[in-house]
């Protein structure tokens, strides 16, 4: 089963991610964790996507399927994905398409989470990532606690673009590039609208229905 998580930036794609893998043994695939972390090898690739990143605009998709490739391409996560922040555009769609279909495998379906500009914008400017384990927080809706939290606080920090102005303009490319998927995987039967304003805990188990749905 592969899936793919959509939404606007700060709709909890991730958080949600992170609930899909540890409930269906999945392998989260986050381009954006991905960019991250080259940005953080400072290479002169990682330079070239910091300056982009930081604009709120799209990294090129040249870059952006030659990570795919491999992942898709690679028998330990074989049907065993779920896809936070891809595809962002029309051609990463196609793209994707392609390279499932040439791998033998297929996305099972995709869940949309539904947040307005203004829930956005209040939940990414709370958003806290922590950098040694990956998990996603929030100061307001999901802080970190010992019960689900075992990194010392010191590893929690702000993403460097999620502040008020670079959140903006995500979003604006979110509805320019990426919203029209939506019809992309309706046409397909593949698309599952859901309201992303609902609790975290409510989320995942309208999710865990759909997919248990799948699975029947
Ligand atoms: P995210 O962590 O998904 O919010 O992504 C952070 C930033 O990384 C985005 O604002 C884009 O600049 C870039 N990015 C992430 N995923 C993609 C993608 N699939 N295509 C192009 N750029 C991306």
Same mark, same amino acid.
Request: glycine share 6%; aromatic share 6%.
């Given at each position: ?29 986050? #381009? ?9 090898? $400072? ?5 070239? &996507?910091?300056? #982009?990143?930081?604009?709120? #605009? ?62 956005? &914008? ?8 922590? #950098? ?11 802080? $970190?606690?010992?019960? $689900?939290? $075992? ?15 670079? &959140? ?49």
């Amino acid at each position: 089963m592969n899936i793919i998580l959509f939404g606007p930036p700060g709709a909890g794609k991730g958080t949600q991610a992170d609930n899909i893998v540890k409930r269906f043994n999945l392998h989260k695939v986050s #381009t954006g964790d991905l960019l991250r972390d080259e940005i953080k090898r $400072s290479t002169n690739l990682g330079l070239e &996507i910091k300056s #982009t990143v930081d604009k709120g #605009t799209l990294v090129s998709d040249e870059i952006i399927n030659d990570l795919m490739i491999k992942i898709l391409s690679d028998r330990k996560f074989y049907n065993r994905l779920i896809f936070d922040g891809y595809p962002r555009n029309l051609n990463q769609a196609k793209n994707l398409d392609f390279l499932v279909k040439k791998n033998n495998q297929k996305i099972s379906c995709v869940l949309s989470l539904n947040v307005d500009k203004e829930s956005v &914008i209040k939940r990414v400017l709370g958003r806290l990532l922590c #950098t040694k384990c990956g998990l996603i927080f929030n100061k307001n809706f999901k802080p $970190s606690i010992k019960e $689900s939290h $075992s990194c010392d606080p010191k590893f929690l920090v702000k993403r460097s673009d999620d502040n008020e102005k670079i &959140i903006i303009d995500r979003f604006e490319t979110y509805l320019k590039k990426t919203l029209p998927l939506l019809e992309f995987y309706k046409e397909q039967n593949l698309l599952h609208q859901i309201d992303g304003k609902a609790g975290i805990d409510h989320i995942f188990e309208e999710i865990q229905r759909i997919i248990a749905g799948l699975e029947a």
